[in-house]
C-alpha cells in the first residue's frame, strides 16, 4: 500500500511538473486570433511583496517607533489596550516609509474578547476605517494615501491585543489583469470585487514598450521644458498643458498603461491624462500603474499654478481582445467561495441559534490551534443543538461536515433539513441513520479524538445542525449544564466539491480565498456578461477551453459565442441547451448537444475542436469534456468557410439575452490550425488546474 | 465599498429608469434589459438589473427589507425612500428634462432589495421572460 502510494505521489508530481511547464501562451505562439482569460491571475499580481516597511512590528522593542498613548503596553511580546479604555487609546505608527497613492498588504494578528477596535490606515481619516470584533491574523489590502496608521478603541473593549504588525506594497499590482471597472482603472483586488474589464493574455509577451512619445505644450503660461522622459512645467501662473503629439501608441483595441512619478514644491492642479481620463496626482512619489481601454488619443499633464517635473516611468500598451462589461450592475464578480455558511469559526454570533444550549470558545482543535468550541448543555430535559439557516444552497448532492470529538458526551447526531441525519459514536467513528437517512454518511479520523463527521443528500440543505447525544440513539435527554462535545470548522458544500478543503467563511464577502480555493468569475444567470471588441479570426478552425461550473440546467445558457448568433458563420457553446442537462457545442445554426446530461451544479472542464472542413457534424466540433470525447446526440453540420469577423460575448447572447448561471474558471478561444492532441491534453490539464473539475 | 441590489421595474416605467440611470453614471448605461413576466413567455411585464453598485448610487435609489415566515409569505419589514429629489436635480443639470413626480413614480415603482435575484422573483412571482424558439 505504501509503495502504491509512493507512486501515485511520484505520477501527480509529474503531472504537476508537466502543468507548470505549460502556458496556454503557447497556443498563440504564431499570433493566432483569439482569447485567454484567467480570474486566476490575481494570485500573481497579489502575492509578491515589497519589504517589510514596519519597523519593530513585533514589539520585540518594546513601544520604541510607536505613538503609544498611556492604555497601550507591551505584554508578552504583544501589545496590550488595558480593557475598557476608550480616552488615550490610540497605537499610531507615523512616517513608516510608506509611499502614498500604492496599494499594500496590512498584516497584523489581534485578539480581543468584546467589544471593537478600530484601525485606521490613514490616520487622519475615516476613508477605509475598520471595525474589528473578532480574533484572528487580519490582512487587508488597500490603497492606501498616508504615510500613518493607527489602532484604537471608540468604545470600550476587553482583551485586546496586537502583534506582528506588517506593512508591505504589492509591487506587481502594476500588471494586473482584472479591473472593477470597464475603463481599466481600479484593479480588482479581492475575490467579491465586480469583474469589468479582464485582459486577454494571447497577446501578453510582456507590455509593449511605446517609445518615441514627442510632447507639446498646448496651452498656458507657464515654461515647459522635455528632457528624455522628462517633462518639465515651469512658473504656471494658469493652467498649463502639455500633450503627446506623436508616438507610437496605437489605439484600437488594447489598453495602455501609464506609470508617473511628479515632483513639486508648490503646485496646484496637477494631473495625469490617459486616453482621455483625468487622474489627480500625488506629489513627490511614483503613483500605482493605471490603465485604461478608452480610445480617446490623449494622452495629456496639467499644471494650474507651479512648477511640476513629470518622470514618465512606463508607457506602454498591452494589445487583445479584452472583455469588459460598461454597465455596472452587469458585471460577473470574482469569486471563490465554496463553504455555503458563514460565521463557520464564531458560533457566538446571532447566525448559529443555541437551542437548550451555551457555546464555549479556545479549545484546542484538530490542527492544534485553539478554534474549536464546545456544544454544552444546560440542565433541561430537551434538544441540546446548535444550528444555522444557510441560504441560496441549490439543490443538489449536497454535504454537510463539521469537526467533533467527545467531551462528556461521546455521541453527536448531525442533521440537516433535507438531509436527514446520523448519529455518530465519537469514540470509534462508527454512525447510525436516523429516522429520515441521508444517502451517504462518514467519518474521517483526524487524529487526537477528532472526526470530521459528513452526511450527504440530493435535495435543498435547509437548517444545520449539530446535537450533543448521551446514548447514540437520542437527541433530546435531561441535560447536565456545561456537559457537551467539542466542534469545529462547519462546511456546507456541494458533494462534488468535497475534496476540497475546509473553507472558513465569515460573511459573504469575507472567507478564506487562498491558493486551495480555485478563482471563478461568477455570472449570475439574470443579466452578467462580457464582450471583446471585434475579433478577426482568418480561419476556419477554431479551438474553445472552459473551466465552468454549470448552476442550472434547463433553459438555453450562453457561456460563449462568436456574433450575435443565428447567422451563418458563428460558434457557441451553451450550458446547459434546453431542458436536457447537458452541453450544447453550437456550430453556425446547428446544434451539437452532448448524449450524456451533466446535472447541476456540476464542473466540467469543456473543449471543442471547430473545424467547418471536416466531414461530419461530430468532427467539426470534437467536443470533450474532462479530458475524455464526448459524443453528440445532434450533431448538425455546417458547410465550409471562416469564422465570422465579430465580438466575443460571453455569459450572455450579444449581451441581452439568455444568460449564463454559474461559474466560469479560464477560458481559452483560438483560431488557427487544429491543435495537436498532446496540445489539447496540455491545455486541458493546465485549465483543470485552475478549475478543479477532475 | 460597492453595495448588491437587485432592482425589478415594471415595463412602463422601465424607459425613464434607463435613462435616469444613465444620465447618473456611466455604469448605469445598459441597465434593464432582462425581461421577466409571470409565466416566462415574452412580452416582458417587468425588467431586471442585478449586481454590484456604487455607494452613491445605492444613496439615491429607495431599497425595502423582506422577511419571509414559516409559511413562505413575505412580509415587508423596512424601506428607505432614496433621495429622488437628487436624482432629479443631477438628471436637470445633466440635461436630462424629467420631472420630480417622473422620478417619484419610478421609485414608487421600483422593487429594489439586497435580495438575490432569484429569491426576489420568487417573491414577486416573476421568471426570466425567454424566447419560445430554439435559438
Given at each position: 500500500m505504501q509503495l502504491r502510494a509512493t507512486r501515485l505521489t511520484a505520477i501527480a508530481h509529474a503531472v504537476r511538473r508537466a502543468i507548470a511547464s505549460f502556458s496556454p501562451a503557447s497556443l498563440f505562439a504564431a499570433n493566432e486570433p483569439g482569447v485567454w482569460y484567467d480570474p486566476s491571475d490575481i494570485d500573481r499580481y497579489m502575492t509578491p511583496l515589497g519589504p517589510e516597511l514596519v519597523a519593530n512590528g513585533d514589539f520585540s522593542s518594546g513601544l520604541t517607533g510607536w505613538a503609544a498613548q498611556s492604555s497601550w503596553s507591551v505584554v508578552a511580546g504583544k501589545a496590550v489596550l488595558q480593557d475598557g479604555v476608550t480616552a488615550n487609546s490610540q497605537l499610531a505608527k507615523f512616517d513608516y516609509g510608506l509611499v502614498n497613492g500604492k496599494l499594500v498588504e496590512i498584516r497584523f494578528d489581534l485578539t480581543i474578547s468584546s467589544g471593537s477596535l478600530i484601525f485606521r490606515p490613514n490616520y487622519a481619516s475615516t476613508t477605509n476605517q475598520q471595525a474589528l470584533t473578532t480574533s484572528g491574523t487580519k490582512v487587508l489590502q488597500l490603497l492606501v494615501a498616508a504615510n500613518s496608521f493607527e489602532f484604537f478603541a471608540l468604545s470600550a473593549c476587553t482583551g485586546a491585543t496586537i502583534d506582528n504588525i506588517s506593512v508591505r506594497e504589492l509591487t506587481a499590482i502594476g500588471t494586473a489583469t482584472m479591473f472593477q471597472d470597464a475603463a481599466g482603472t481600479t484593479p480588482v483586488t479581492a475575490v467579491e470585487q465586480p469583474v469589468g474589464l479582464i485582459l486577454d493574455k494571447s497577446r501578453q509577451q510582456g507590455f509593449e514598450d511605446v517609445t518615441g512619445a514627442v510632447w507639446t505644450k498646448t496651452s498656458g503660461d507657464g515654461v515647459v521644458t522635455v528632457s528624455g522622459n522628462q517633462i518639465t512645467i515651469s512658473g504656471a501662473t494658469t493652467n498649463t498643458t502639455v500633450t503627446r503629439t506623436s508616438g507610437s501608441i496605437p489605439f484600437a483595441s488594447g489598453i495602455a498603461r501609464m506609470v508617473v512619478r511628479a515632483d513639486w514644491t508648490s503646485a496646484t492642479g496637477v494631473q495625469r491624462w490617459l486616453r482621455g481620463s483625468p487622474l489627480a496626482l500625488a506629489n513627490g512619489v511614483s503613483n500605482l500603474a493605471t490603465m485604461s481601454l478608452n480610445n480617446a488619443s490623449l494622452e495629456r499633464f496639467d499644471v494650474?499654478?507651479?512648477?511640476?517635473?513629470?518622470?514618465?516611468?512606463?508607457?506602454?500598451?498591452?494589445?487583445?481582445?479584452?472583455?469588459s462589461q460598461t454597465t455596472a450592475t452587469s458585471r460577473p464578480v470574482l469569486s471563490s467561495r465554496v463553504n455555503q455558511l458563514v460565521k463557520t469559526e464564531d458560533f457566538a454570533d446571532a447566525a448559529w441559534t443555541k437551542i437548550e444550549a451555551t457555546v464555549a470558545s479556545g479549545f484546542t482543535d484538530s490542527a492544534g490551534t485553539s478554534k474549536a468550541w464546545k456544544l454544552q448543555e444546560n440542565a433541561a430535559s430537551a434538544n441540546h443543538l446548535i444550528t444555522i439557516s444557510p441560504t441560496g444552497v441549490s439543490s443538489t448532492t449536497n454535504r454537510w461536515s463539521v469537526e467533533v470529538k467527545a467531551g462528556e458526551r461521546n455521541y453527536a447526531l448531525l442533521f440537516g433539513s433535507g438531509i436527514g441525519g446520523a448519529y455518530f459514536n465519537l469514540t470509534d467513528g462508527t454512525s447510525v441513520n436516523f429516522s429520515t437517512a441521508p444517502d451517504n454518511k462518514g467519518a474521517v479520523n483526524l487524529g487526537n479524538g477528532w472526526w470530521r463527521i459528513w452526511i450527504e443528500k440530493n435535495a435543498v440543505a435547509g437548517n444545520c445542525q449539530l446535537y450533543a447525544s448521551d446514548t447514540g440513539s437520542r437527541f433530546s435527554y435531561q441535560g447536565t449544564a456545561g456537559s457537551g462535545i467539542y466542534f469545529a470548522f462547519p462546511d456546507l458544500r456541494p458533494a462534488n466539491q468535497s475534496a476540497l478543503p475546509y473553507q472558513r467563511v465569515n460573511t459573504a464577502t469575507d472567507y478564506d480565498a487562498g491558493p486551495a480555493f480555485p478563482r471563478y468569475l461568477k455570472f449570475d444567470g439574470v443579466d452578467d456578461s462580457l464582450?471583446?471588441?471585434?475579433?478577426?479570426?482568418?480561419?476556419?478552425?477554431?479551438?474553445?477551453?472552459?473551466?465552468?461550473?454549470?448552476?442550472?440546467?434547463?433553459?438555453?445558457?450562453?457561456?460563449?459565442?462568436?456574433?450575435?448568433?443565428?447567422?451563418?458563420?458563428?460558434?457557441?457553446?451553451?450550458?446547459?441547451?434546453?431542458?436536457?442537462?447537458?452541453?450544447?457545442?453550437?456550430?453556425?445554426?446547428?446544434?451539437?448537444?452532448?448524449?450524456?446530461?451533466?446535472?447541476?451544479?456540476?464542473t466540467n472542464v469543456l473543449s471543442a475542436g471547430y473545424d467547418r472542413a471536416a466531414a461530419t457534424g461530430q468532427l467539426q466540433r470534437n467536443p470533450r469534456i474532462n479530458g475524455e470525447p464526448v459524443a453528440l446526440v445532434t450533431a448538425v453540420p455546417a458547410g465550409p468557410g471562416s469564422f465570422m469577423i465579430a465580438p466575443l460575448y460571453i455569459g450572455r447572447r450579444a449581451s441581452t439575452s439568455l444568460p449564463f448561471n454559474g461559474h466560469l474558471y479560464p477560458l481559452i478561444v483560438r483560431f488557427g490550425p487544429t491543435l495537436t492532441e498532446a496540445q489539447i491534453t496540455q491545455t486541458e490539464q493546465w485549465v483543470n488546474s485552475k478549475t478543479g473539475a477532475y | 465599498?460597492?453595495?448588491?441590489?437587485?432592482?425589478?421595474?415594471?415595463?412602463a416605467v422601465?424607459?425613464?429608469?434607463?435613462?435616469?440611470?444613465?444620465?447618473?453614471?456611466?455604469?448605469?448605461i445598459g441597465m434593464w434589459t432582462t425581461g421577466l413576466s409571470p409565466t416566462g413567455a415574452e412580452p416582458a411585464t417587468h425588467y431586471i438589473s442585478t449586481g454590484l453598485i456604487s455607494p452613491e448610487f445605492a444613496f439615491m435609489v429607495p431599497d425595502q427589507t423582506w422577511e419571509q415566515g414559516e409559511d413562505g409569505a413575505w412580509t415587508q419589514t423596512g424601506s428607505t425612500p432614496g433621495n429622488p429629489e437628487a436624482v432629479h436635480a443631477a438628471c436637470n443639470t445633466a440635461g436630462l428634462e424629467v420631472t420630480l413626480a417622473q422620478v417619484l413614480a419610478v421609485f414608487d415603482a421600483a422593487d429594489v432589495t439586497e435580495q438575490e435575484p432569484f429569491t426576489a422573483l420568487g417573491r414577486l412571482g416573476l421568471v426570466l421572460a425567454q424566447p419560445n424558439t430554439e435559438p
Open positions: 494650474s499654478t507651479g512648477t511640476v517635473t513629470f518622470t514618465v516611468i512606463a508607457f506602454d500598451y498591452w494589445v487583445g481582445a479584452h472583455a464582450v471583446t471588441p471585434t475579433i478577426t479570426p482568418g480561419a476556419d478552425k477554431a479551438q474553445v477551453f472552459a473551466g465552468v461550473r454549470k448552476l442550472s440546467g434547463t433553459g438555453f445558457q450562453m457561456l460563449v459565442e462568436l456574433g450575435t448568433g443565428l447567422n451563418e458563420s458563428s460558434f457557441a457553446v451553451t450550458a446547459p441547451s434546453s431542458a436536457n442537462n447537458d452541453y450544447d457545442f453550437r456550430l453556425v445554426t446547428g446544434s451539437g448537444q452532448t448524449q450524456t446530461v451533466y446535472p447541476p451544479p456540476t | 465599498m460597492d453595495a448588491f441590489r437587485t432592482l425589478i421595474l415594471p415595463a422601465t424607459p425613464l429608469a434607463r435613462e435616469i440611470a444613465a444620465t447618473l453614471s456611466p455604469g448605469g
